[in-house]
């Protein structure tokens, strides 16, 4: 059985740095896709009930943004575990501003070893 949490709900605020037009994914000063995906990231790695040799990596994100957010807006992340295969875990994450869903989709994390992983990024060290 599953020792993570089957769901996480964060509330952020977004600021003048998650804009479209700061992060340079748009024009608008409305809050930027990279940003709200970087959210539910964060949302769904807090589910997770890791050892101190582990870590996970976001391995695929299916995202839609599907309405505009405001600065200053609070916005409501929500991830659900819908799937733990072990090292693989996948996750409905959404959105929220009110009632309003402002972006869904499905998040796939690997669970890996620290240590391993960075040997491969920086193999001279």
């Known amino acids: ?7 996480v709900s964060v509330t952020r605020k977004v600021e003048e740095a998650g804009l479209a037009c700061t992060m340079k994914s748009g024009s608008l000063p409305v809050l930027a896709t990279p940003q709200m995906i970087a959210w539910m990231e964060e949302a769904a790695c807090l589910c997770l009930d890791l050892s ?12 839609s943004h599907d309405a505009p957010s405001p600065k200053g807006a609070d916005i ?3 991830a659900n575990l819908l ?23 499905l998040h796939r994390r690997a669970i890996v070893n620290k240590k391993k992983f960075l040997s491969r990024v920086y193999p001279e060290q």
């Open 83 to 105: 799937s733990d295969q072990g090292k693989i875990l996948d996750f409905e994450v959404t959105a929220w501003m009110k009632d309003v869903c402002i972006g869904k989709g």
């Open 1 to 7: 059985m599953s020792k993570h949490q089957t769901s």
């Open 52 to 63: 101190e040799e582990q870590t996970s990596v976001g391995i695929s994100m299916n995202v």
């Open 76 to 78: 409501r992340i929500e």
